[in-house]
């Protein structure tokens, strides 16, 4: 280490050229990749899941106020898929493989897929689902910590839309 507590560049250029097969895992990656591969398809899961219920909902909201909370629900769905791609593609960067199993999405996965029968339930067990994604990334956030600030981040940008969409959500279910 220099002065600045940087490594010296032929260390970095050294380095880098070791287990290169490991694409973006370098030797300075302090986290458990073979856990956060783990929290990560767990999260893919809850994504999907979420996405699956939303696309159900936007179907099939119907009465007065279903206009409003069928945009959302859609909206919803949209923004969730692209949380599923975000993990899907950092798994793949860590050496790991999504998983897209069917038959493991609702085992897996932190929310679960309750269809509501009513608009009013449709929006209440969407709600309770983004207050579980809410908090289950916010502890993974702290997991993580400072060991791997790339998935740090994105868990930190889907934690933000998630906290929108619980508002949305309240929102809504309050007017109804």
Not at 62 to 80: C, D, P, R, W, Y
């Amino acid at each position: 280490m220099t002065e600045a507590n940087l490594t010296d560049v032929a260390t970095l250029r050294s380095r880098a050229r070791q287990n290169v097969e490991n694409g973006a895992v370098t030797e300075g990656y302090d986290a458990d990749r073979e856990e956060i591969i783990r929290l990560l398809n767990a999260s893919l899961a809850t994504e999907l899941v979420c996405v699956l219920r939303y696309k159900r909902h936007y179907f099939m909201a119907s009465g007065i106020k279903a206009a409003v909370a069928a945009q959302e629900f859609l909206e919803h769905a949209t923004q969730e898929a692209e949380h599923a791609d975000k993990l899907a593609e950092r798994i793949v960067q860590l050496g790991g493989e999504p998983e897209f199993n069917p038959d493991l999405l609702s085992k897996n996965s932190h929310a679960q897929y309750v269809a509501g029968n009513t608009l009013k339930e449709m929006v209440y067990e969407d709600l309770v689902a983004e207050r579980i994604a809410v908090d289950s990334y916010r502890e993974i956030i702290q997991y993580i910590g400072d060991k791997d600030p790339t998935t740090r981040r994105i868990f930190e940008d889907i934690l933000a839309q998630e906290e929108e969409h619980a508002d949305d959500m309240a929102d809504i279910l309050e007017s109804l």
